[in-house]
């Protein structure tokens, strides 16, 4: 057994299970180009909001649509970045959308 492990009981069968523990750590060399990638596209979908909002803007129809890039790059960012750190999670998650 590893140190990222602890030992959990099933309650169901009385044995021992692994459960994951996150490491913290991060994959810098995949994490910082797909958090820039990803912040390119969080102001591209942020200038189309704005140069939409005078001619096609339903209220909440709109801005949902177009943060589903926005949410998509989070996703690919943390997932493939291999970012194990929660905290580190938060801070792109909420830089991303406060950028938007």
């Known amino acids: 057994m590893d140190n990222n492990s602890q030992n959990i009981v ?3 069968g009385g044995r ?12 810098a060399l995949l994490f910082v180009p797909l958090f820039l990638v990803s912040l390119v596209i969080t102001f591209l979908m942020a200038l189309l909001l704005y140069t939409i909002s005078d001619r096609w803007y339903l209220f909440f129809i709109t801005p949902l649509l177009l943060c589903l890039p926005v ?3 989070i996703y690919i960012t943390i997932r493939g970045g ?9 801070i792109t998650g909420f830089a991303m959308m406060l950028a938007y």
């Open 82 to 90: 291999r970012c194990r750190s929660g905290v580190l999670a938060a």
């Open 10 to 12: 099933d309650l169901s």
């Open 71 to 73: 949410l998509g790059g």
């Open 16 to 27: 021992v299970v692994d459960s994951y523990r996150p490491s913290g750590r991060v994959n």
